[in-house]
């Protein structure tokens, strides 16, 4: 199986590539559509503001395709938040429009940005999580001073606290997912996950 890794100018390519390449499936990191057409489900990651990112996927020619794609993808960080209506960040701006929802900074909270552990907790259980294999540690890795809001709860996967913020932290519609905190980054757990989302590719059920 192919992974496709798609690279406009403004993502942690190394460290999803290496994580990828540990579940034993083929990777493909790539700024070239044709070449990425060849991969059977997508991973799009991000580090940086929200504008910039979607500046550069109008540049690189991303944002038809991924809006067209009926292929599994997987937003990371960055690249969950892009797959949102629009974002405040530095100025508002549009987003891919995949997810209902806004992104916007936190307030009220001590310290900002969101960073290190947390725990993820549940909402719902998607096709590709198995419930009688689930690891009962689900801390994961999160880095981010914005978050996605007004989102709609029936696409709303899993959830952590910060300071009585809910901050979404895996979202789902068709064959869109996204995370908001960074699975290569989160231990055991992220491996879990990404397994568990490679194999839903290889299954048909994501």
């Known amino acids: 199986m192919k992974i496709g890794v ?13 994580a990828l390449k540990r579940l034993d499936v083929q990777v493909i990191v790539s700024s070239n559509i044709e070449q990425l057409e060849a991969a059977d489900a997508y991973v799009l990651p991000g580090v940086g503001a929200f504008p910039d990112a979607m500046k550069r996927l109008e540049e690189t020619g991303f944002i038809d395709f991924i809006k067209k794609t009926k292929k599994p993808l997987l937003g990371i960080c960055l690249g969950m938040q892009l797959l949102f209506e629009e974002s405040d960040e530095v100025e508002q701006t549009k987003g891919l429009g995949i997810f209902k929802g806004r992104i916007q900074r936190f307030t009220d ?18 096709e590709w999580i198995d419930k009688e294999d689930l690891p009962q540690e689900r801390h994961v890795y999160f880095v981010h001073s914005y978050y996605a809001s007004g989102i709609d709860e029936m696409e709303l996967i899993a959830s952590a606290d910060y ?21 290569e980054k989160s231990g055991p757990f992220g491996v879990y996950l990404l397994t568990a989302w490679t194999q839903g590719v290889k299954e048909g059920v994501c």
């Open 6 to 18: 798609i690279d406009y100018g403004m993502g942690n390519l190394f460290s999803v590539e290496q």
């Open 109 to 126: 909270v001590t310290r900002i940005p969101h960073m290190g552990w947390n725990e993820l907790k549940l909402k719902q259980t998607p």
């Open 163 to 183: 300071e009585h913020v809910q901050v979404p932290g895996i979202v789902a519609k068709d064959n869109f997912t996204g995370m908001q905190f960074h699975p």
